[in-house]
């Protein structure tokens, strides 16, 4: 089950929102909890088991390892354990059959017989779910949150369904407290519904008008694809990845804000930046933040000497291009953001910080676009002949009835709507409206695509946004709910992942 998706929108999410706040207070985190066990076993109903038996062992492990430190033993053993039993699954499940391809491929250069492996299936959430217990036990290790008696409770934590699948990946201190107790005003729920409404009309209106363009593009044969066709296919992916990524983490932290947790923003306008050090502080940043405290420091960090730095960047990208799937473009993916970083430090980020803005972001935005060609295509052939195709400044004329029906009206105002949503322009100009029209704070800083509701609602300006913001709510679920009745073509691209 998707957000995106009628089942969701009008039956999984209203009866669940209907037990949560219908129910007594003590009775929220057990609606919660079946709920996200509800929501996992939609779609993957013979790996619920999977996923509780990963529940229970990292309790256990968190359980144990502070009973070591309350009595004064080393707990780095019950700490390896842990982790290489979160980590055996997720190996196993993603990383088999690329293990045994290319294995096989060894086997054949030798002359043996290759490796006989059936396809593997991934479980759907499997990278989030892990890296987030992964993250309890580390923090619990290093006494930087406390361990969680209760299992039910820590359930709650490794499953809740609004960041279940696809994040953002949230660490186990910043919501100890909230699942502990919490308390949902009518603010969180108003400003929840608009953030998630928002993330879905990204996703909806903006990523999948994207997508069907970007998928015709890389799905023809490379001899009918000419320049100006590769540079249409790659703008619209990175459009594409970041409203459907985006979109949902906007959702996944709308719904948790209306069941009173608090997540942390996971992009702040990453097609901004002006370097590709500055693009990783704003791209998925759950994630580029695990790896810096869970992989990047323990090894060293920048403090070992400027080979070794250099060093552990390329590993935890290596690592990162790795995470997101199971083959080697994913895997040169990584090391070329990591050898761009690599670059960075050895003096290219001084010479940019020195030059015109514009120039960074031109700089930096043609890194990432080359770099989404290795993420989206099939394999490494198919990646290095289509940027061989955005260089080489030749036409080709291409007849394709799936690309020409995908390059409709709708597209267009699609494209000019992600370019202009890309930049913090119309929040700007929202917030300015909205102190020239309600007397918002103009100054108001926040990273989130969602107008602030404030002020309250029982003075007559704060009653007017209210409803001016509801109908403008309204109308995007209507618009998003009338595209998906009528349109089979809803990705979501991080589910592979």
Not at 127 to 155: C, E, G, K, N
Not at 196 to 219: E, W, Y
Not at 453 to 481: E, F, Y
Request: contains cysteine; glycine residues 8%.
């Amino acid at each position: 089950m998707v957000f995106s998706s009628t089942a969701f929108l009008y039956f999984f999410l209203p009866l669940t929102l209907l037990l949560y706040f219908g129910l007594p207070m003590r009775c929220r985190n057990g609606v919660l909890l079946l709920a996200s066990l509800l929501f996992y076993a939609w779609g993957e109903l013979g790996y619920v088991v999977l996923m509780l038996a990963s529940i229970t062992i990292n309790w256990a492990v968190g359980l144990h390892i502070a009973t070591a430190q309350r009595q004064g033993r080393n707990a780095k053993g019950v700490l390896t354990l842990g982790l290489v039993l979160n980590l055996l699954p997720l190996l196993i499940f993603k990383y088999a059959n690329f293990a045994a391809d290319g294995f096989s491929h060894l086997l054949q250069l030798g002359g043996l017989s290759p490796i006989e492996l059936a396809p593997v299936h991934l479980p759907i959430g499997i990278s989030f779910f892990t890296f987030q217990a992964i993250s309890y036990i580390v923090d619990v290790y290093r006494q930087h949150a406390a361990v969680q008696p209760r299992l039910d409770r820590l359930a709650l934590y490794i499953a809740l369904f609004p960041q279940l699948i696809a994040g953002p990946i949230v660490r186990y201190r910043t919501i100890a407290a909230q699942i502990n107790q919490r308390a949902t005003r009518l603010d969180d729920i108003a400003s929840g519904t608009l953030l998630f409404i928002i993330g879905l009309g990204k996703k909806v209106l903006i990523a999948n008008s994207m997508g069907a363009v970007a998928d015709q593009a890389f799905a023809l044969p490379m001899q009918d694809v000419g320049t100006g066709l590769a540079w249409l296919g790659i703008l619209a992916y990175t459009l594409q990845i970041y409203f459907d990524f985006s979109g949902y983490s906007d959702m996944a932290i709308g719904l948790g804000r209306i069941f009173g947790f608090r997540f942390l923003e996971n992009f702040n306008y990453p097609y901004i930046a002006r370097s590709v050090q500055d693009f990783w502080r704003r791209w998925h940043i759950s994630l580029s933040t695990w790896f810096r405290d869970y992989l990047y420091i323990p090894l060293g960090g920048n403090r070992a000497g400027i080979g070794r730095t250099y060093f552990n960047l390329l590993l935890v990208f290596l690592l990162c291009g790795l995470w997101h799937g199971a083959s080697w473009t994913f895997v040169l993916w990584g090391l070329y953001h990591g050898t761009f970083l690599v670059i960075e430090r050895l003096g290219l980020g001084r010479i940019l910080s020195k030059l015109p803005a514009l120039l960074g972001w031109a700089y930096t935005l043609l890194v990432v676009m080359i770099g989404w060609v290795f993420f989206r295509a099939d394999d490494l052939p198919h990646a290095l002949t289509y940027i061989q195709r955005l260089f080489e400044f030749k036409q080709v004329v291409y007849l394709d009835a799936y690309l020409f029906e995908a390059i409709s009206p709708q597209f267009y105002i699609a494209l000019i709507a992600g370019l202009a949503l890309s930049t913090p322009w119309p929040y700007r100009i929202v917030q300015w409206l909205g102190y020239r029209l309600f007397g918002a704070d103009p100054h108001e800083e926040s990273n989130s695509s969602a107008p602030p509701i404030s002020p309250a609602l029982d003075t007559t300006q704060g009653l007017l946004k209210g409803i001016v913001l509801s109908a403008w709510a309204i109308s995007i679920l209507v618009i998003c709910t009338a595209q998906l009745l009528t349109n089979n073509y809803n990705p979501f691209l991080y589910f592979r992942f």
